[in-house]
Structures are given as C-alpha cells and as structure tokens.
T-cell receptor, first 111, second 112 residues
Framework: ELKVEQNPLFLSMQEGKNYTIYCNYS?????LYWYRQDPGKSLESLFV?????AVKQEGRLMASLDTKARLSTLHITAAVHDLSATYFC???????????FGTGTSLTVIP | ETGVTQSPTHLIKTRGQQVTLRCSSQSGHNTVSWYQQALGQGPQFIFQ???????GRGNFPPRFSGLQFPNYSSELNVNALELDDSALYLC???????????FGPGTRLTVT
C-alpha cells in the first residue's frame, strides 16, 4: 500500500523566514503534486512535478522532485501571512492517475 | 468552461441512514474520482470511474458505492452511515490518464 508522509505536520514560522516541507512516499511514482487548502475550502493546485529533478517556482514557493529518493520538497522563501494554510503533497498511482495524499502540513506565518 | 460542481454543499444525516452525493465533471472530462477528507487529515481515495465503470478503489467498505452516468456526472452513495463517515467529500474530474485532476468545492457531510 502506498504511503505518503509529510513533515512537519505543524509549522509556525515568522514572516520573512525560509523553511522547507518534506514529502516522502513509499513506492515508485513520477507524478507528484502539491496543493494548498484554506480552512473549510477545497484544494487549490500549486505544482505538478512529472519527472525526476523537476523544479517549479511560483512566487515565494518552490517545489522539487527526486524520484530516486522518493522525496519532494516545498520550499518557502521569505514567508508572508497570506501563505498560512494547510499544504498537501499527493502521489499519483494507477492507470487512471489516482491520487494518494500526504498527512498535510499546517503552516502558520506569524508577524 | 464550467468547472467541477458538487451538490449539496452541506448535509446532516443520522447514523444508519443512506446518503447520495453528486458531482458534475468539468466539460469533456470522462474520469471522476472521489475522495474522503476527515477533519485534520489528508484526502483519501475512495474510487474512480471511467466510462461508467469502476477503475480502482481505495480501502473503503462496500457500503460506499458509486455511479457514473453517460454525461460523465457521478454519484457517491453511502449506506448505513456511521459517525466516522463525517467528512468533506471531494470529487475530481479529468481526461482519462491525464496528469491533471480538477477538484470540486466538496460536500460537507455530518453524521449525528
């Protein structure tokens, strides 16, 4: 059974600081996704990573994928309050691209 | 282009009852996946439908069942509701084996 683990589960960081969220998964996959979820809302797609070594950046967020290590990272640069949310990684499996989500990282950015 | 829609938005049911949740796919998408997200957890894959057939199922009991219709809309049915079924239910649509899935706004189910 595919397992997807994220750490940390909870992250409280000051504005302006940098931090990295880690996503480890247990079986081979070359499709890794990052989502953001605000309280009571659905999932907002942030990044789609489709190959080993893929790196994508949008604003203060940058995601990377190492399929050999089965590891993806989401790096936050100079955090701002608007980034406060829960972040999920998801690994795709199966012919229909079924998603298996991590446990989530609840990020709070404090002034 | 219309996005993924789900109905109802919120629902309260009593333990032992049955519930049907609905999902309308984004235009042209022929694959629908359903996920259950309990409070404080990540979404869990329930099952997926392609061309009206189930294509893959997560670790959920048979009382969770689904349908996909010729217009690619979908239903999730849950029988004999339990308190632990309280969750946000998300559907996602896509083209078959496309790498991108589009999530709907979700249905919040509360079982009392």
């Amino acid at each position: 059974e595919l397992k997807v683990e994220q750490n940390p589960l909870f992250l409280s960081m000051q504005e302006g600081k940098n931090y990295t969220i880690y996503c480890n998964y247990s079986t081979t996959s070359d499709r890794l996704y990052w989502y953001r979820q605000d309280p009571g809302k659905s999932l907002e797609s942030l990044f789609v990573l489709l190959s080993n070594g893929a790196v994508k950046q949008e604003g203060r967020l940058m995601a990377s994928l190492d399929t050999k290590a089965r590891l993806s990272t989401l790096h936050i640069t100079a955090a701002v309050h608007d980034l406060s949310a829960t972040y999920f990684c998801a690994v795709a499996q199966g012919t229909g691209n079924q998603f298996y989500f991590g446990t989530g990282t609840s990020l709070t950015v404090i002034p | 282009e219309t996005g993924v829609t789900q109905s109802p938005t919120h629902l309260i049911k009593t333990r032992g009852q049955q519930v049907t949740l609905r999902c309308s796919s984004q235009s042209g998408h022929n694959t629908v996946s359903w996920y259950q997200q309990a409070l404080g957890q990540g979404p869990q894959f329930i099952f997926q439908y392609y061309r009206e057939e189930e294509n893959g199922r997560g670790n959920f009991p048979p009382r969770f069942s689904g349908l996909q219709f010729p217009n690619y809309s979908s239903e999730l049915n849950v029988n004999a509701l339990e308190l632990d079924d309280s969750a946000l239910y998300l559907c996602a649509s896509s083209f078959w084996n496309s790498y991108e899935q589009y999530f709907g706004p979700g249905t919040r189910l509360t079982v009392t």
